[in-house]
């Protein structure tokens, strides 16, 4: 039986209302504290894209019923010429063939701390839900950029490297913290902030744990960690990095295709980027008699990219990798792809083995490794401090010398 929003709303009204007065419960703003939005009391269309070509005009529900289905999309209807400005100006990606910083980097991988990701995560999923256009979900972007910010005061960084918020027009904004290398070359670390129960974003819990809460703090926790190099501190790093907290993911990439589409339009040099999306739940993998891995996605992303990440992934982590496929816009590294830049993806298991619980209230830290999500940290920090110290430009001079 198909149960109609406004039914359901009436039927659920009252345990939520409970929720929110529960004892010891932060003091939080309700959802909508100026009504619900637009989206939710009207049938607005949004165009989405669920393979290159295959387009569609669909209400917000259909968006989640498509969701609910397994099938990922890109919301196209405020950037639907994506990509089209780097066609003529793309070149073959290139990347070291091995790690070459071992020295400065496995020092640092032993200050990566799983109660740092623990504190943080037991605080993010406190909200109720970080779903986008819900007042929970600004609140939760504004404490992460505290976070981040608190991260880089600690550093002794404040006069150097700078958090700030990508603002978005559905409230809950986006977040960049930028360490500026000696170019304005940029490799970004990405992961996406929001939440969202899909059986009724507007008023169910989604705490998130997993999906994204786990990349949030896997790469804050890779951030604060690298702000404890010298080197990088003082800028002596090549390219400069970028860490991303994406707003509205769930709803088709919003987040991240509005940043990639401005760094597109002023011509950013973005040479590298990769997604840590949903690190923490190895059950499954387990369960199934199969060696804790990190998943590593080899379909829709740079392959020369995704080998760089295999090598590290070899060099620096504790664990092996598996390949895996997620299929068509299916996380934020999509965003940059269409863009035109170099992008990869990896996750916490073969995909086909990842968290179930993810989308519902039942997205808990219970289910959650911190050993696990430590690994990808470990993933994360060496694959920065690495190509931070790349030179791109001396790569591609051996790849055509090479020809």
């Excluded at 030179?391 to 051996?398: G, M, N, R, S, Y």
């Amino acid at each position: 039986m198909k149960v109609s929003n406004t039914s359901l709303l009436a039927l659920l009204l009252p345990a939520v209302s409970g929720r929110f007065v529960e004892p010891n419960e932060p003091d939080r703003a309700a959802l909508y504290p100026d009504g619900l939005p637009k989206a939710a009391e009207s049938n607005e269309k949004y165009h989405i894209e669920l393979s290159p070509g295959e387009t569609k005009w669909v209400t917000e529900e259909e968006k989640w019923e498509l969701r609910r289905d397994g099938k990922r999309f890109f919301d196209i209807t405020d950037h639907p010429e994506l990509g089209a400005l780097r066609l003529k100006t793309l070149r073959k990606s290139v990347f070291p063939k091995h790690p070459k910083l071992q020295d400065e980097v496995k020092p640092l991988l032993g200050s990566l701390s799983k109660t740092e990701m623990r504190n943080h995560l037991e605080t993010f999923t406190s909200f109720h839900t970080r779903y986008y256009k819900s007042d929970y979900g600004r609140q939760s972007s504004e404490w992460l950029l505290g976070q981040v910010r608190n991260t880089i005061k600690e550093a002794g960084a404040e006069d150097y490297v700078r958090a700030e918020h990508f603002k978005h027009s559905w409230g809950q904004n986006s977040i960049i913290a930028t360490i500026p290398g000696k170019t304005n070359s940029t490799v970004v670390i990405g992961a996406h902030q929001d939440s969202i129960n899909l059986w009724l974003p507007s008023v169910l819990a989604a705490p998130g744990a997993d999906d994204d809460g786990s990349g949030t703090v896997t790469i804050l926790e890779a951030f604060r960690v690298i702000l404890q190099s010298e080197d990088i501190i003082q800028g002596n790093h090549e390219n400069t990095l970028e860490f991303h907290w994406y707003s509205a993911e769930e709803g088709g990439l919003l987040g991240s295709q509005a940043i990639f589409s401005s760094y597109e339009k002023d011509d950013r040099d973005v040479k590298a980027m990769l997604q840590q999306d949903m690190t923490g739940y190895i059950t499954r993998t387990l369960d199934a008699g199969k060696p804790e891995s990190v998943g590593v996605i080899v379909d829709y992303v740079d392959p020369n990219l995704t080998n760089f990440i295999k090598v590290v992934i070899d060099e620096y982590c504790d664990i092996p990798y598996v390949e895996t496929k997620c299929g068509y816009a299916c996380s934020d590294h999509a965003s940059a792809s269409k863009a035109g830049y170099p992008s990869a993806f990896v996750i916490e298991s073969a995909f086909e083995y990842s968290d179930n619980h993810i989308h519902s209230t039942e997205d808990l830290i219970k289910y959650l490794s911190f050993d696990h999500m430590l690994q990808h940290a470990r993933l994360t920090l060496a694959f920065a401090y690495e190509l931070a110290f790349t030179d791109f430009t001396a790569l591609d001079d051996q790849e055509w010398s090479d020809l």
